[in-house]
């Protein structure tokens, strides 16, 4: 498993926000955006790769923002 955890503001709507996984960093796949923390500001963010690649140092995960 390979995970991300990250803080945003709760109420910045002009603001999103993407985790992304690749094994090639050519390709990349969305991830699910799990808030550990519903209902606080900052939330608290974790974003997971349950299974990783046969080659798990070449696994990446980034985080986007776009506005």
Do not use: C
């Not at 390979?2 to 603001?15: C, E, K, N, T, Y």
């Not at 990349?28 to 500001?41: F, H, I, K, R, S």
Request: no cysteine; proline share 7%; charged share 25%.
């Amino acid at each position: 498993e390979l995970s991300i955890i990250f803080q945003r503001p709760a109420h910045i709507g002009d603001v999103t926000y993407f985790a992304e996984t690749s094994d090639s960093m050519q390709r990349w796949e969305a991830l699910v955006l799990e808030v550990l923390n519903p209902g606080n500001d900052p939330e608290i963010v974790k974003a997971t790769k349950a299974s990783i690649s046969p080659f798990p140092e070449r696994e990446f995960i980034r985080l986007r923002f776009v506005r």
